[in-house]
């Protein structure tokens, strides 16, 4: 790892909106790939991936207690800020909470069409879903905000790069990266990272053993 300094926080924080970027434009993609092939093993999976696609998306510009909004680093394009504020809208209304027409609970009843007789009552959902062509709006949307990070980005990867150069012996002994090894029952949700973090925690889990979780 790389010593703790302003360029080093900096770029942390860039690609740490990139790394949610790329999980929106991840999940969009396979949404969009469902879309297209009915018989898709993803095709049930839509719903929870274009949700998945927003709530990482939104993270990058709601507030947060360990990094400023992306858009106070970059610039959302024009031409997609009407997308921006849609999906925003999508969040707020329809994925974070639920509030939008969007998904809809009725009260039916269930008769037998012979007797009449009422069998059940039950309350389907009834969901609309975003229409492919906001789907790749969406999508467009993310690729040029990423575009916008990769230029802020390159210029800070190099001068640190050329600091790694200038000081090359003082970087190979420098701060290492640790796995916090911890048991699955302790899992906690509400922790904060440091803004220049220094370890990370992996839950072992006996349904997961041996595997090696990252993101």
Known sequence: MLNDSDDAR???????????????????????????????ALRDAERALVANATMAYCRTFFPSKVRRPVTALVKIPRAFAATHELVAMFRNRTIAHSQSDLSVTYAVAVRDAETQEVLDVIGPNIHSPMPPEHLHAFLGLVGALERELDEVIDPIRT????QLVAEHAAHLDGPRRTVRAIPADAFAAGTTRARYPASHPIYLSSESEGQALGG
Do not use: G
Not at 10 to 21: K, M, R, Y
Not at 159 to 162: G, Q, S, T
């Open 10 to 40: 900096l770029f942390v924080e860039l690609s740490s909106h990139a790394a949610d970027l790329a999980e929106a434009r991840d999940s969009l993609e396979l949404a969009l790939r469902s879309i297209r092939d009915p018989d898709s």
């Open 159 to 162: 001068r640190l790069m050329d």
